[in-house]
């Protein structure tokens, strides 16, 4: 467990740029070639990374399955955390509400009664309008933390629900009818609790499986409607 651990670390560590030498993460991770070897073929085996021949290939989803694993294998999460890119957690993140039919907004920028706000990523599909806050982590994320983020992305969400209709080109939503405004915090890892006040808290590896299950269990989410035509 601990030689595995290990190397999925010296991985995360060394394909920062989509590849490592085979060698280097050996080194890396101090671990006997043989023993790393097997471990690294078979994490190949269960799709966390590919090996072509000198070289250990892992693309930003399969580096966070990687982060994962080393955590559920008793990996400090703050260790872990620090070889994870931001810009790879929001890329997944977008990817996977694409995948569902998501029109995604980066950094979502606007202005309301004088005072100026950003949401990470505005998602949209008729007629949703996802506003999703991406946590990465930090010290006490598990706890307080999470609730706290909770409450601000409802206040963000409510707000731009109420200044929609004077930003409807902006937002996207010209053409519709009706438009649902949700708040939604993405997580590296679980919180305590999977909603606070309604809003919920989704950890990234269960992101897909919400997002199609959002419509049906809309009357359980904190959200907001607002009537555009």
């Given amino acids: 467990m601990i030689a595995e651990r290990e190397v999925l670390i010296s991985t995360l560590n060394l ?3 989509g590849y490592a030498d085979l060698k280097e993460i050996i080194r890396d991770a101090r671990i006997p070639s043989q023993i790393a070897c ?26 966070l399955r990687i982060a ?5 294998l008793g990996a400090d999460v703050e260790r872990v955390c620090k070889h ?3 810009e790879e957690f929001e890329e997944i993140t977008t990817l996977a509400l694409e995948m569902n039919g998501f ?3 980066k950094h979502f920028r606007f202005s309301w009664n004088g005072k100026r706000f950003e949401i990470d990523l505005l998602a949209l599909k008729r007629p949703f309008v996802v506003c999703v806050d991406c946590k990465q982590w930090r010290q006490g994320w598990r706890g307080t ?27 996207g939503i010209s053409k519709w009818s009706q438009a ?12 305590a609790s999977a909603f606070y006040r309604n809003s919920p808290i989704v950890p990234i590896i269960q992101l897909r499986n919400f997002i199609q299950d959002m419509p049906a269990h809309i009357d359980e989410i904190e959200h907001y409607w607002v009537f555009i035509q």
């Avoid at 085996?45 to 930003?60: D, E, F, N, Q, V």
């Fill in 15 to 17: 394909t920062k740029d």
């Fill in 145 to 171: 933390a999470s609730r706290k983020a909770a409450m601000k992305q409802i206040q963000r969400t409510k707000i731009l629900a109420e200044a929609s209709l004077s930003m409807i080109e902006k937002i």
């Fill in 103 to 105: 029109q995604v907004k």
């Fill in 68 to 72: 994962l694993k080393a955590v559920d």
């Fill in 180 to 191: 649902c405004f949700v708040p939604l915090i993405i997580s590296l890892f679980p919180s």
């Fill in 84 to 86: 994870l890119r931001w």
């Fill in 38 to 63: 097997q471990i690294l073929e078979r994490n190949e085996s269960s799709g966390i990374l590919r090996i072509s021949g000198a070289k250990i290939i892992a693309t930003p989803e399969q580096r």
